[in-house]
């Protein structure tokens, strides 16, 4: 497993999330959940416009051997999807926090006390491990 | 693969003897006739006869291999419940011909429902679910409908172990609840804390399989029942697993309110390759009034018995109609058979065999070092074999294994389910199967296991002997080729 | 003891190795007090001998009477080889293809199967089937409302001409996921959709249309396929599969045609066994493939780079979804489809247009000739398939009851339906002159006896 890029914060669920800089993050689902999930074939995108509570179920990737929701680690509005991803689902294997990217979404103020620090899901990841 | 029939199919030919008479079409105006033609085969009889016969021969059945699937109860089905259901009077008759022309059929129907009354301890059978899944849906949908005509609208949890087969937590989504999910304690049984934590006000129900998936009888059924009772929640019997108990204990003395028979696996009728099943679905009296109809009823007219049908007006309560008509009639025919010449002693016998030949396999594979999943426990009519131990020393994982049985002319047990339990194998035996079969299963397992221990064999390319490799599932749902396109 | 192999030998040396006394040992993890002893209500067991005398004594008694039922379910001549082939025990007996390797017939002939029926239906792709077609209206449905996800209102307008059997299914089957069904107006004087009333802004998630209708005629199916269009809904088609062969493909209805297909496949070589097994069968676009419930059969290559079948997109599914899977469904009619596949290579297109255009001449027959009785007369005008609605001078069950003395199965009573006294009748390509002239013989007989005895 290559290291987690440092600018990003992560949830439990293992989704990534980047803050913009202009009120707006973008989301995806971590190089762990990528992995475990196996080579994904197929991922559901919301609608532009779409309002997505936080926690609530904002995207699905689906492999061969199973469906997975990706949930909203904050609540926003979606302004935009990795229209890619419909021809080309593996971006989310080959580079879960580049070209693999899922869904931007724009948040009012972002509430970071629930997102955890790269640190603090490595070491998530280290007792999954165990 | 064997050339697709579009591809053996030539302009012009034609199974002549099959086509009627042609005739001429007058009275349909041109706008609504069909402006392009289907490219259905063109062949002849015999190029289609020895197209799908060797077709079927790509196939294993329980009429040439070994079945051991878990939870699927791959018994024999006998010859002449197939032949007896195919009766011309049988297939023939219309399902809205009337019941002086169906009388005959009628009384199959009801001994069939008496009969499943009798196993199950219930006092209402219903035939008209389809399949297992759309038994489960009329069973929670009864719940529902129970409580909705107590005034209880709140109730719309269902509670469902994590043991539980896919269809129950997705039958309760169809029905509008939501799933509480419960874990399983260490022998397999129910945990009970985590049961009493999630009952409550909102409980409709709990669905549960006894003996479960994990192969074991639920020892606490007895304390669940009263207490998801004492919640005011009903209790669904998954009948997936009926086979284990015929004749020794019923799901109505289990204090169940409503269960769903699997026909195609307790009463033998045919897999088919996938269908059709049959759900019928028994009741106690609280749930009588929200039966699926039809039903038939026998009824006396004039010192004569009628048998005839139970709809709407005579359970204006009920969940509704399920089928365009009464059901999987032609396999409700096909169990009514095989249990009249199963007999009453044969029913009992039925759960002995089945669970002698689970208990026998599973000692056998003990033995010769298989880690049991639940080793302090008798085997239902199923048992689990976990290679968690072999899949991390050895990379033998239960999809290995399950390929390699195959080269070995055996069909694979069930692989990866019960989900809880780590690269297991669910393997059912039933009661049809002899003891050499059993004994022959046994070495082939334990070559696999001693091949990958000792000579370092691998299986990840397994199976070698079948008519095709293992297959590209990533590729299947990525480049999505659904059908035949001529280029 | 039928079906059980094993010998007391046998029976002996294993109790050995599992280390029990006897049989009875093994369920002492059940608790006493809800052991049972016997199953005294179960009879006897008879032999094969004994129950095939007692099948065929039964099967007798329901006789074999001349039928001219239809309404959802129709006979027709089914070729020797389709059962023959489909009741091979490796067809018969073989459990669902999820080990793709040992299932390679099962699996191909499926994908032939779809092939198939996207032509009949002239759609993109279809599933491996589904129950049968009243439940297979429900499942579409509920496609729907996954499909046409900026329609919230889960209301689903179902036209006139649809079975009303298949309302009150696809009702008990998705009402508990908040659907609700609601029918559009009908045009009495052509039994078909009312467009002048058809209600604007309702804001639908599908409409259902039905070709040839409940009642027999044909609806502008075009011109309602392109209304639920405009109205932001998925148009459904419900087609029988026989008439496909004559008439225009959902696929093609209106200016983008159906969004999904589906309904009854039992004509297509199935026998009408009191109802079942049918299957349902179900095609659509492309784009809604992923909202399709039940399985689906794709073609893929193996480690060798040769083609093979396997099921796909299974992630939908109930045993890997669970509580999110698109439906519950965990089967499909595997053995009738088999058996459909075979029945549909066996007849090609030019059988299946025979069959279609004979049973219309047959119908055509017999609605003149009973159209020339006093008191029959056609309840609506305009064209049909192989199902005529008629209207009578009196109550149709009676004259029902004894034509069914003479064994003859008149139609359908369709009164309840119509609203008043008619009957729904259907000739296939089953049904001789002579045998159709004898049928409007025992009709105007009947017809004249309950005029004398009025």
Redesign the interface.
């Known amino acids: 497993m290559n290291e987690l890029p440092g600018d990003l914060l992560y949830t439990s669920d293992h989704e990534w999330l980047r803050r913009e800089g202009d009120g707006s993050v973008t989301i995806g689902i971590t190089e762990h959940a990528a992995t475990a999930l196996g080579d994904l074939?197929?991922v559901?995108l919301p609608?532009i416009g779409q309002e997505v509570e936080s926690g609530g179920e904002m995207a699905v990737v689906?492999?061969?051997?199973?469906?997975s929701?990706v949930y909203a680690p904050v609540a926003g509005s979606v302004t935009a999807v990795n229209e890619e991803l419909a021809d080309d689902p593996e971006r989310i294997n080959a580079e879960p926090y580049g070209d693999g990217w899922i869904v931007r979404m724009e948040v009012g103020n972002l509430d970071e006390s629930a997102l955890m620090s790269p640190d603090a899901y490595q070491r998530l990841l280290d007792e999954l491990d165990d | 693969?064997?050339e697709?029939?579009?591809e053996k199919s030539r302009n012009g030919r034609?199974?002549f003897?099959?086509?009627?008479?042609?005739?001429?079409?007058?009275?349909?105006?041109g706008?609504?006739?069909?402006?392009?033609?289907?490219?259905?085969?063109?062949?002849s009889?015999l190029q289609?006869?020895r197209?799908?016969?060797r077709?079927?021969?790509?196939?294993?059945?329980?009429?040439?291999?070994f079945?051991p699937?878990g939870s699927?109860t791959?018994?024999?089905?006998?010859r002449?419940c197939?032949a007896?259901a195919?009766?011309?009077?049988?297939?023939?008759?219309?399902?809205?011909?009337?019941v002086?022309?169906?009388?005959?059929?009628m009384?199959?129907m009801h001994e069939l429902q008496?009969?499943l009354?009798?196993?199950t301890?219930m006092v209402g059978v219903s035939l008209t679910p389809?399949?297992?899944?759309?038994g489960?849906?009329a069973g929670v949908?009864m719940i529902?409908a129970y409580h909705d005509a107590r005034g209880d609208a709140e109730r719309t949890e269902i509670i469902v172990p994590d043991a539980a087969?896919?269809?129950n937590?997705?039958?309760?989504?169809?029905?509008?609840?939501k799933?509480r999910e419960i874990p399983t304690g260490p022998d397999g049984d129910v945990d009970m804390e985590a049961l009493d934590a999630v009952l409550g006000p909102k409980t409709a129900g709990i669905m549960l399989t006894n003996p479960s998936t994990l192969g074991?009888?639920e020892?606490h059924?007895?304390d669940i029942a009263d207490r998801v009772h004492a919640a005011g929640g009903l209790l669904y019997y998954d009948g997936a697993n009926l086979n284990a108990?015929?004749?020794?204990?019923?799901p109505g003395?289990?204090d169940f309110d409503v269960i769903h028979m699997n026909l195609h696996k307790t009463f033998?009728t045919?897999?088919?390759?996938?269908?059709?099943?049959?759900g019928a679905v028994g009741v106690n009296e609280r749930l009588l009034p929200f039966i699926?109809v039809p039903v038939v009823r026998k009824t006396e007219v004039g010192g004569e018995t009628v048998y005839d049908w139970a709809g709407e007006e005579d359970f204006p309560q009920t969940?509704?109609?399920?089928?365009?008509?009464?059901?999987?009639?032609?396999?409700l025919l096909r169990a009514y058979?095989y249990?009249?010449?199963?007999?009453?002693?044969?029913?009992?016998?039925?759960?002995?065999?089945a669970?002698?030949?689970a208990?026998?396999l599973m000692?056998?594979l003990r033995?010769a070092g298989f880690e049991l999943a639940f080793p302090r426990?008798?085997a239902s009519h199923e048992f689990i074999v976990t290679l968690r131990h072999e899949a991390r020393e050895v990379n033998l994982t239960a999809m290995d294994v399950?390929?390699a049985l195959?080269d070995r002319n055996f069909?694979?047990p069930t692989t990866y389910?019960p989900l809880l339990v780590p690269e297991c194998l669910l393997i059912e035996p039933t009661?049809?199967?002899?003891?050499e079969t059993l004994d022959n299963f046994v070495a082939a397992m334990i070559e696999i296991a001693r091949a990958a221990k000792e000579d370092g064999v691998e299986y990840k390319?397994a199976?070698y002997t079948?008519?095709?490799?293992?297959?590209?599932?990533v590729?299947?749902?990525r480049?999505?080729?659904?059908?035949?396109r001529p280029d | 003891?039928?079906?059980?192999?094993?010998t007391e030998k046998?029976?002996r040396?294993?109790?050995a190795?599992?280390?029990?006394e006897e049989?009875e040992d093994?369920?002492?993890?059940?608790?006493a007090?809800?052991?049972?002893e016997?199953?005294?209500?179960?009879?006897?067991?008879?032999?094969?001998m004994e129950?095939?005398r007692?099948?065929?004594?039964?099967?007798?008694?329901?006789?074999?009477?001349m039928?001219y039922?239809g309404?959802?379910?129709y006979?027709h001549?089914i070729?020797t080889?389709v059962?023959?082939?489909a009741?091979?025990?490796?067809?018969?007996?073989?459990?669902?293809?999820y080990?793709?390797?040992?299932?390679?017939?099962?699996l191909?002939?499926i994908?032939?199967y779809?092939?198939?029926i996207?032509?009949?239906t002239?759609l993109?792709?279809?599933n491996?089937?589904l129950?049968?077609?009243?439940?297979g209206l429900a499942e579409a449905a509920l496609m729907a409302v996954r499909a046409n996800?900026?329609v919230k209102t889960g209301l689903v307008l179902i036209a006139p001409g649809v079975?009303p059997?298949?309302e009150?299914?696809a009702?008990?089957?998705?009402g508990?996921?908040?659907l609700r069904y609601e029918w559009l107006p009908r045009d009495e004087a052509t039994g078909n959709v009312a467009f002048d009333e058809l209600p604007d802004g309702r804001e639908p998630v599908a409409v259902v249309v039905q070709q040839p209708t409940f009642a027999g005629t044909?609806e502008d199916v075009?011109r309602l396929t392109d209304w639920a269009h405009a109205q932001g809904a998925l148009a459904i088609g419900i087609a029988n599969p026989t008439s496909?062969?004559?008439?225009?493909?959902p696929g093609?209805w209106g200016a983008e045609g159906v969004d999904i297909a589906c309904g009854?496949g039992q004509p297509l070589g199935i026998?009408?066994?009191?109802?079942?097994?049918?299957?349902g069968f179900m095609t659509c676009k492309q784009k809604h493939?992923?909202q399709m419930p039940g399985?689906?059969?794709?073609?893929?290559?193996?480690?060798?780079g040769?083609?093979?079948?396997?099921l796909?997109?299974?992630?939908?599914?109930?045993?890997?979804?669970?509580?999110?899977?698109t439906?519950?469904?965990?089967?499909?009619?595997?053995?009738?489809v088999?058996a459909a596949?075979?029945y549909?290579?066996?007849?090609?297109?030019?059988?299946?247009a025979?069959?279609a255009?004979?049973s219309?001449?047959?119908t055509?027959r017999l609605v003149d000739g009973l159209c020339s009785i006093d008191g029959i007369e056609r309840l609506y005008g305009g064209?049909?398939?192989h199902e005529v609605a008629l209207e009578l001078d009196r109550p149709v069950g009676p004259v029902?009851?004894a034509l069914?003395r003479k064994d003859i199965?008149g139609g359908?009573d369709l009164t309840a339906w119509a609203g008043t006294d008619a009957l729904l009748v259907c000739a296939t390509?089953t049904k001789t002159a002579s045998d159709i002239d004898t049928c409007i013989a025992a009709f105007a007989e009947t017809m004249a006896d309950e005029r004398r005895y009025e």
């Open positions: 074939v197929y559901e609608e689906e492999s061969v051997k199973a469906a929701d | 693969m064997s697709l029939i579009f034609r199974a003897a099959q086509a009627p008479a042609d005739a001429e079409v007058t009275a349909i105006p706008r609504f006739l069909r402006t392009d033609k289907p490219r259905l085969p063109e062949a009889e289609t006869v197209h799908f016969t077709l079927s021969q790509k196939n294993f059945s329980i009429d040439t291999q079945y699937l699927c791959m018994k024999y089905n006998p002449a197939n007896l195919l009766l011309p009077g049988f297939t023939g008759r219309h399902p809205l011909g009337p002086s022309h169906g009388q005959g059929f009384q199959c008496q009969m009354k009798e196993v301890g389809m399949a297992g899944a759309q489960e849906l949908a529902k087969h896919g269809t937590p997705a039958t309760a989504t169809m029905c509008g609840c799933v074991v009888f020892r059924i007895k108990i015929l004749g020794k204990v019923r003395d289990m033998s045919p897999h088919g390759g996938g269908g059709p099943g049959s699926p969940i509704g109609r399920l089928s365009g008509f009464m059901g999987n009639a032609g396999v058979v249990m009249r010449m199963v007999g009453r002693d044969g029913m009992e016998r039925i759960a002995e065999y669970t002698l030949n208990n026998y000692a056998r033995d426990r008798r399950a390929k195959l069909h694979a389910f009661e049809t199967e002899s003891k390319e199976p079948m008519p095709v490799r293992r297959l590209d599932d590729k299947a749902a480049e999505l080729d659904l059908r035949y | 003891m039928p079906f059980i192999p094993h046998d029976t040396e294993m109790l190795t599992i280390g029990a049989i093994l369920f002492d993890e059940i608790p007090e809800l052991r049972i016997h199953l005294d209500g179960i009879p006897e067991a008879l032999s094969e129950v095939s007692l099948m065929r004594e039964r099967a007798l008694q329901d006789g074999s009477p039928c039922i309404a959802g379910a006979e001549h070729p080889a059962w023959d082939i009741t091979r025990g490796e067809y018969y007996s073989a459990y669902t293809p080990q793709a390797e040992a299932s390679q017939g099962t191909q002939t994908y032939e779809q092939t198939m996207t032509e009949l002239r993109d792709v279809s491996a089937s129950y049968d077609g009243a439940s996800r900026k079975n059997v298949y009150k299914v009702q008990a089957i998705s508990g996921q908040g044909l075009d496909l062969a004559l008439l225009e493909a093609n009854e026998p009408l066994s009191s109802g079942g097994p049918y299957f493939v992923r399985r689906i059969v794709g073609r893929t290559t193996d480690l060798d040769s083609p093979g079948f396997a796909t997109l299974q992630a939908r599914e109930q045993h890997i979804r669970r509580s999110k899977a439906s519950n469904i965990c089967t499909n009619q595997g053995l009738m088999t596949t075979v549909m290579s066996l007849l090609g297109f030019e059988g299946i025979r069959v255009r004979q219309h001449a047959n055509t064209p049909y398939f029902l009851e069914g199965l359908y390509e």
